[in-house]
């Protein structure tokens, strides 16, 4: 990453950070959504939003962000701010604040996969008032997880480590799944932090739950086992074991289900790179072909970063024909 932009973006993420309250006094402190009184919307309206913000999701994992976000924003705008000024019954309105939380949550999380993570920070704090006066607590804790993901992302440690933990307290009686998603995150950022006993020590909760748990969430941001064989990587990883990363992202990669493509090429870029780390050159050849394979279908600016850094790293490999003709490759899609 630029060094300028991490210095600009630190102070956004700090800024954001410091206006996040306790659940109790954030739920205290907003006002409720004022009524249109000229339109009127019920549990029609909420499942609809809910069922385009799932169709979304997909076309996200797809194809990544910067070719969903549009159509995600849109949506905010033209649908779902009406439905929120209209007239509805208590239980209505709620149930549309908390399809629309969910809905900004995304958004935020497809403009950090763009790399517009000023952006995103503005839709995660939307998403936090939304899912405050809902009263719902599973995004709330949600949207606190994924500034924690974005703050690792951009070596935040410390702010990381602090909202993981904001997202665990915010969720006191989260079932397996749930716990799996917030435990896993907590070990990545305290790994991040050198904080090598707090890590292992969440990242076996987040194993013990991961076994509790009935059967996989089909709603977007589900949590399962390719999810936790990634977090236990990037625990490895951050505690200096490059080996049992690769280990547990290869097992990542076999349990992944095939929809999720840009995760593919993030994760098998991330893959290649610590292979070339180990010496295992042809290893890491292998895996970036799978990336250029996925690459042009993509739409992201985290897939992009992985593979300026696939450029970076294969300078020095030009001359061995297989690394040669990847890097020829990723020039070229670069370019395009």
């Avoid at 630190?10 to 009184?37: C, E, F, N, Y």
């Avoid at 009263?135 to 703050?151: E, I, K, N, W």
């Avoid at 987040?206 to 236990?232: T, W």
């Avoid at 490895?236 to 095939?258: C, H, K, N, T, Y």
Wanted: aromatic content about 6%; charged content about 25%; glycine content about 6%.
């Amino acid at each position: 990453m630029d060094p300028s932009r991490r210095r600009i973006l630190q102070t956004g993420l700090l800024s954001a950070a410091a206006v996040i309250p306790g659940w109790p006094d954030l739920a205290d402190r907003l006002d409720r959504v004022h009524a249109d009184p000229h339109a009127r919307i019920g549990m029609t309206e909420v499942k609809a939003v809910i069922a385009m913000t799932e169709r979304i999701s997909d076309m996200d994992d797809q194809f990544g962000g910067r070719r969903t976000r549009p159509l995600a924003a849109a949506f905010l705008v033209n649908t779902i701010a009406p439905h929120l000024r209209a007239t509805a019954t208590e239980p209505v309105r709620n149930a549309m604040l908390s399809a629309a939380a969910d809905h900004c949550y995304l958004t935020g999380y497809m403009a950090m996969d763009e790399r517009e993570d000023g952006l995103a920070q503005q839709y995660y704090l939307k998403a936090l008032d939304l899912a405050a006066r809902a009263g719902d607590h599973l995004t709330f804790c949600t949207t606190l997880r994924g500034m924690s993901v974005q703050a690792v992302d951009l070596g935040h440690s410390a702010l990381a480590t602090r909202l993981a933990d904001s997202a665990a307290a915010a969720s006191p009686q989260a079932g397996p799944r749930m716990l799996a998603f917030l435990t896993g995150q907590q070990a990545h950022a305290a790994a991040q932090t050198g904080d090598r006993a707090t890590a292992l020590l969440k990242i076996k909760e987040a194993e013990r739950a991961m076994e509790q748990a009935e059967s996989k969430a089909k709603a977007f941001g589900s949590y399962d086992p390719s999810s936790l064989a990634y977090h236990v990587g990037q625990v490895r990883f951050e505690l200096g074991d490059i080996a049992g990363s690769v280990e547990s992202l290869q097992d990542a990669d076999r349990l992944r289900e095939p929809v999720y493509r840009r995760t593919r090429v993030r994760y098998n870029a991330m893959l290649a790179e610590r292979k070339l780390r180990l010496g295992r050159l042809e290893e890491a050849v292998i895996d970036w072909g799978k990336v250029l394979e996925d690459y042009p279908h993509v739409q992201s600016g985290h897939c992009d970063d992985r593979l300026r850094e696939m450029l970076s790293v294969l300078t020095p490999h030009r001359r061995t024909a297989g690394a040669a003709d990847i890097y020829d490759r990723g020039r070229v899609l670069l370019k395009t």
